[in-house]
Nanobody, 119 residues
Framework: QVQLQESGPGLVKPSQTLSLTCTVSGGSITTNYYYWSWIRQPPGKGLEWMGAIAYSGSTYYSPSLKSRTSISRDTSKNQFTLQLSSVTPEDTAVYYC???????????WGQGTLVTVSS
């Protein structure tokens, strides 16, 4: 069974870059045809899909966040990483990494990590 675990700073200052890593166990991030996704949930709001990196290495981003978002991977460590630049307090949220199938159904989730943007 695939398991995902987010890691990274819990506090980021405004205008800085938020960086989170998702470590995957029980499966390879290069396995056809999975998509490794980042999703967030601001306090009191719904889930927001941010983007994904495919088994092939191709990346996909939400149009509303594309200019500030970068997703990459380290296949040797079976990890993928989110970078969100120029953060503001509105980027405060619980950030989740997740595995999506070829139909983009989210099949496995990490436990989530709270990131607060504050000076």
């Amino acid at each position: 069974q695939v398991q995902l675990q987010e890691s990274g700073p819990g506090l980021v200052k405004p205008s800085q870059t938020l960086s989170l890593t998702c470590t995957v166990s029980g499966g390879s991030i290069t396995t056809n045809y999975y998509y490794w996704s980042w999703i967030r949930q601001p306090p009191g709001k719904g889930l927001e899909w941010m983007g994904a990196i495919a088994y092939s290495g191709s990346t996909y981003y939400s149009p509303s966040l594309k200019s500030r978002t970068s997703i990459s991977r380290d296949t040797s460590k079976n990890q993928f990483t989110l970078q969100l630049s120029s953060v503001t307090p509105e980027d405060t949220a619980v950030y989740y990494c997740a595995m999506a199938t070829m139909t983009w159904a989210l099949d496995a989730w990490g436990q989530g990590t709270l990131v607060t943007v504050s000076s």
